[in-house]
Nanobody, 116 residues
Framework: QVQLVESGGALVQPGGSLALSCAASGFSFTSAIMYWYRQAPGKERELVARAGTVAGGTYVTDSVKGRFTISRDNAKNMIFLQMNDLKSEDSAVYYC?????????WGQGTQVTVSS
């Protein structure tokens, strides 16, 4: 059974930092492209970052470039999203996703709220 379990979401002040984690199981993690998406109320889900299967093959969307970093630990079947200098517009539910070449899997999400 595939499971993606996110953690680390919280309420944080603008300018603060958070580290999100996603623990994966039930599929071949090293063969999967891993993603972080987010969805704010009333908005479409958007891609935030991607970690490919090749070392160093990462991508972050322009709006978070220089502030967010995605990484993966293949030994632990986990991905991470380090978020620095958070802004109110970063508030959203953050989802971990995996694509194994056939199917997209999704976690349940973790809430990030940036507010003073």
């Amino acid at each position: 059974q595939v499971q993606l379990v996110e953690s680390g979401g919280a309420l944080v002040q603008p300018g603060g930092s958070l580290a999100l984690s996603c623990a994966a199981s039930g599929f071949s993690f090293t063969s999967a492209i891993m993603y972080w998406y987010r969805q704010a109320p009333g908005k479409e889900r958007e891609l935030v970052a991607r970690a490919g299967t090749v070392a160093g093959g990462t991508y972050v969307t322009d709006s978070v470039k220089g502030r967010f970093t995605i990484s993966r630990d293949n030994a632990k079947n986990m991905i991470f999203l380090q978020m620095n200098d958070l802004k109110s517009e970063d508030s959203a539910v953050y989802y971990c996703s995996a694509f194994n070449g056939v199917t997209n899997y999704w976690g349940q999400g973790t809430q990030v709220t940036v507010s003073s």
